[in-house]
């Protein structure tokens, strides 16, 4: 949402490229990488770290400027590129484990699943980004959102080392 108009709708069709060809990749291997908890641990870790830096672009301090003859900067195109493309690859994986659930084993249900999710970030990408910048409420209800998930991978991968032991009520969460 904070990245300059005329790099968002770039900025997001090559996001949505990315999210597209991430989650081909993951949904081939999913079962298998699923199978060790240290890919839940780093995966709950990065979505930790892309909430905060997310918190940090949406609600952080405004950047002042030093000088008159020096205007604040909007985040690069580079910069957009390589914030969306790392979100891709770490929400991806998430999206992809809830798809290949979903489906249970049914190759072409995963297919749509991940195509539907591929199109819908990518019609409403750009409404969201404005929508947000206007109501930063919705803002905090994503990060909330993605924080969930990525404690209950942390908590599942050290579940699955024996670090932690869940209660067989809540196990299904994790």
Do not use: C
């Amino acid at each position: 949402a904070n990245f300059a108009p005329k790099h968002r709708k770039q900025i997001i069709m090559y996001g949505v490229f990315a999210a597209f060809l991430f989650r081909i990749i993951f949904a081939l291997s999913a079962t298998y990488l699923f199978k060790f908890a240290i890919i839940k641990i780093v995966g709950g870790a990065l979505l930790i770290w892309i909430v905060h830096d997310l918190q940090q672009d949406l609600f952080g301090k405004k950047r002042k400027i030093k000088s008159p003859t020096k205007i604040s900067k909007e985040p690069s195109f580079l910069q957009g590129m390589y914030k969306v493309i790392f979100a891709d690859i770490t929400l991806s994986f998430d999206n992809v484990i809830g798809v290949v659930g979903a489906a249970k084993d049914n190759f072409g249900l995963m297919i749509f699943g991940l195509l539907l999710s591929v199109i819908l970030i990518g019609t409403i990408a750009t409404y969201f980004a404005d929508y947000i910048q206007k109501n930063k409420w919705i803002g905090y209800v994503g990060l909330i959102v993605i924080l969930i998930v990525a404690v209950q991978l942390v908590i599942g991968g050290l579940n699955d080392y024996g670090v932690l032991q869940i209660n067989e009520t809540f196990e299904r969460y994790f």
